[in-house]
């Protein structure tokens, strides 16, 4: 091997070298770039306290753009252990407030003490489960933790992990 031809290698391989480190480094900027920073994973909570409900009262609130129904169930209405949160003797139905046919709004009738889906006329019933209409599945319960009287969407408790384990 001639001096050049060898210098030309060595050259070759420094190169390399550097190219290599520069996109490590690179990779190391990006990583960074990727990984979300805390102010917006907080974003993704939305907390709400739910000792100023009323038995058989209705709340829409919104969870990462999405409609989330809050119904305090009536005491009257029966247990269903399977989908119910409860705080101290109250009873809730907390669900993502969209079709499981083709994602439309339900609306909540007191009056049917059941959500209905204007769409193609699902129903729900007050636990979510589909009971009438194309619905192929209950509405879904979103990620939930419980902080005292409130529910915290978006973070994962033991409450909801028992639910989902059960559904
Ligand atoms: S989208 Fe609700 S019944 Fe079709």
């Known amino acids: ?5 060898e210098r030309r290698d060595f050259i070759g391989i420094a ?8 996109g490590a480094f690179s990779l190391v900027a990006m990583k960074k770039t990727w990984d979300p920073l805390p102010s917006v994973k907080a974003a993704g909570f939305t907390t709400v306290d739910l000792s100023p409900m009323k038995d058989g009262e209705m709340r829409q609130v919104e969870w990462r753009k999405k409609p989330i129904f809050i119904l305090k169930k009536d005491p009257n209405s029966p247990a269903n252990d399977n989908r119910d949160i409860k705080i101290g003797n109250d009873r809730y139905t907390v ?3 969209l079709c499981t046919h083709l ?10 003490n059941a959500f209905i889906c204007a769409c193609h006329g699902g129903e ?7 009971v009438f209409g194309p619905p192929p ?10 902080d005292g ?4 969407l978006g973070e994962t408790g ?3 992990n028992k639910l989902v384990g059960k559904a």
């Open 158 to 160: 033991p409450e909801y």
């Open 103 to 112: 994602g439309c709004i339900p609306e909540w009738k007191s009056s049917k």
């Open 1 to 5: 091997m001639s001096v050049k031809q």
């Open 95 to 97: 669900v993502i407030g």
């Open 15 to 22: 190169f390399g070298a550097v190219a290599a480190v520069g």
């Open 124 to 130: 729900f019933d007050a636990d979510g489960l589909n």
């Open 149 to 152: 009287t409130k529910l915290v």
């Open 137 to 146: 599945r209950p509405l879904d319960i979103p990620p939930f933790k419980i």
